[in-house]
């Protein structure tokens, strides 16, 4: 997977397209103590209950989300963000078709 190019303006809502019944990521930068990535989901489409060891920031670039917590739910329209907490569980889910970008820190 490619990731964005440096130095240059990016218009986050172009950079990944919206596929039908689909989930659709783009890495934007990757290092050793973290990554970004662009997120396009389809209306209906989810991201079923998991966990992560660390926080992650999830940033609604478009559209409507609705991102559960540890059984509480949050509705998330464009331009909204909150950051899910490391070792709670989540879920994310297209309300709408959206567009997130999640910016996770490991360290």
């Known amino acids: 997977m490619s990731t964005a190019p440096k130095a240059e303006i990016l218009n986050m809502a172009e950079l990944v397209s919206y596929q039908e019944g689909s989930v659709v990521s783009r890495q934007i930068t990757k290092a050793d103590a973290g990554n970004v990535t662009l997120f396009a989901f389809d209306k209906g489409q989810e991201l079923s209950e998991h966990t992560a060891p660390f926080d992650a920031l999830v940033h609604v ?36 078709k959206f567009k997130m970008l999640l910016t996770m820190i490991r360290a």
Do not use: C, Q, T, Y
């Open 61 to 96: 670039v478009e559209g409507k989300a609705e991102i559960i917590i540890s059984g509480k739910s949050f509705n998330l329209k464009g331009g909204d963000a909150i950051v899910m907490p490391a070792d709670e569980p989540h879920a994310v889910k297209a309300r709408e």
